[in-house]
């Protein structure tokens, strides 16, 4: 089946610095999401992009769907200690007919040292 | 606004009892439902999804079960757990995948 690679698989960084990360695949996908997972509860969708090329952003998260329609990054700005958790890239393939199914990345996982 | 609903939070089964785990949508008609299972804190897995009533595809074979009573309601089901059913399942909505809180799910 279509897979998503997403990488790095886990960051430690300092208060203050920023973080960035991405996703790739082999297939085209018409939608690119992120998520951010905290202990114990569900994902939360953080940033939705739909068109190649577009460059979104939410607060302190800019994310943007690679023109190539097959990648697609997260870039997080002066991290703070609440940003820790585990991000998720999420795309819609192509091909999906009615069930608009998503393929998951396998996360990174987010430490912010104080 | 569109809530989901999914219960109970936590459950310890053991080994050979039945399952049900409920989840239900507010404030939307006609939705996708997606149920996935995430095991160690990390890949969410497609489980069954759901396009209407009395409408499930399941993705990978397993010793679970989807169903779709009502329009806003998805029920995953098992008749006897076993212990590799263990782990966090996660209800969803929509295309962009709107997650509910999650059930963790402890097979004994």
């Known amino acids: 089946g279509q897979q998503l690679n997403q990488s790095p698989q886990s960051m430690f960084i300092q208060e203050g610095e920023d973080v960035s990360m991405n996703c790739t695949s082999s297939?085209?996908?018409?939608?690119w999401l992120w998520y951010k997972q905290e202990p114990g509860e569900g994902p939360v969708l953080l940033i939705a992009l739909y068109k190649a090329g577009e460059l979104t952003s939410n607060g302190r998260l800019t994310a943007q769907f690679g023109i190539t329609r097959k990648d697609s990054f997260l870039n997080i700005s002066a991290s703070i200690p609440s940003d820790v958790g585990i991000y998720f890239c999420a795309g819609q393939p192509l091909t999906q007919g009615g069930s608009e199914k998503l393929v998951f990345g396998k996360g990174m996982k987010l430490t912010v040292n104080p | 606004s569109q809530t989901i609903h999914q219960w109970p939070a936590t459950l310890v089964q053991p080994v050979g009892s039945p399952l049900s785990l409920e989840c239900t949508v507010e404030?939307?008609?006609?939705?996708?439902l997606y149920w996935y299972r995430q095991a160690a804190g990390r890949g969410l897995q497609l489980l069954f999804y759901?396009?209407?009533?009395?409408?499930i595809s399941s993705e990978v074979p397993q010793n679970l079960s989807a169903s779709r009573p009502q329009d806003r309601q998805f029920i995953l089901s098992s008749k006897k757990l076993l212990l590799s059913d263990s782990g966090f399942y996660l209800c969803?909505?929509?295309?962009?995948?709107?997650f509910g809180q999650g059930t963790r799910l402890t097979v004994v």
């Open positions: 297939s085209i996908f018409n939608t």
């Open positions: 404030g939307t008609s006609n939705p996708n």
């Open positions: 759901s396009v209407g009533i009395g409408q």
């Open positions: 969803a909505w929509k295309r962009e995948a709107f």
